[in-house]
């Protein structure tokens, strides 16, 4: 009597092969695991930093909008002023003016390293330009953020000034706010509330195509 059929040695070698191929699938599916699970932990590592990062600053935005909405402490209000376009200088009554009769050209808002003229910046505050000046030895790193400030803001005019009671002045039509530093927490708002602001004349007119860079 014959007993049971050994396997052939091709047979052999067949489900030795499939014992492979099932072990490199199982294998796979592992790698598979690890690598998603591995994408996974790096995406949320970079996802929750980037959401706190956006829900701190629209936390800041909206905090900065609820400081522009409220008075602003050391603002200076000045009431009556002519805004006649009229040629040559004009002896204002505040240093620097926050309005009146001015040049028919507004200067260009943007950085300057040298004084702009008067009366053309006085036009650019009537446009609705917030005009911040600085004393000449106000330290490098704070002329840079204002200079940061200006590419961020079209309507921001920066330049230096002679003769100033604060080495910062920031000036809206009809309206002024001494500074001793740029870091004064009541900057920003006071840009925030009033470039292109309720004080504006000429709501919309344009801050470029007059003189200056």
């Not at 709501?203 to 470029?208: D, E, L, M, N, T």
Request: glycine share 8%; proline share 7%.
């Amino acid at each position: 009597m014959n007993g049971p059929k050994r396997p052939s040695a091709k047979d052999e070698r067949r489900a030795r092969l499939a014992e492979i191929q099932a072990d490199q699938r199982r294998a796979e599916r592992r790698r598979t695991r690890i690598i998603v699970g591995v994408s996974a932990g790096v995406a949320l590592a970079l996802i929750i930093p980037a959401a706190f990062v956006i829900v701190d600053a629209q936390q800041r935005q909206n905090e900065l909008q609820a400081r522009a909405e409220q008075p602003i402490e050391g603002v200076a209000e000045f009431e009556d002023l002519t805004a006649n376009h009229v040629t040559g200088p004009v002896d204002y009554d505040q240093t620097p003016p926050v309005g009146g009769d001015h040049d028919a050209t507004w200067q260009n808002c943007g950085f300057y390293e040298e004084p702009v003229t008067d009366v053309h910046a006085v036009h650019s505050l009537e446009h609705g330009a917030v005009w911040i000046t600085y004393s000449a030895d106000l330290p490098e790193d704070q002329i840079d953020t204002l200079r940061s400030l200006s590419d961020q803001h079209p309507y921001l005019l920066v330049s230096p000034y002679e003769g100033l009671a604060t080495p910062v002045v920031a000036s809206a039509w009809g309206l002024q706010l001494e500074l001793d530093t740029v870091d004064d927490e009541r900057l920003e708002p006071f840009l925030l509330r009033y470039l292109q602001g309720p004080q504006t004349l000429e709501p919309g007119a344009a801050c470029q195509g007059g003189v200056g860079a």
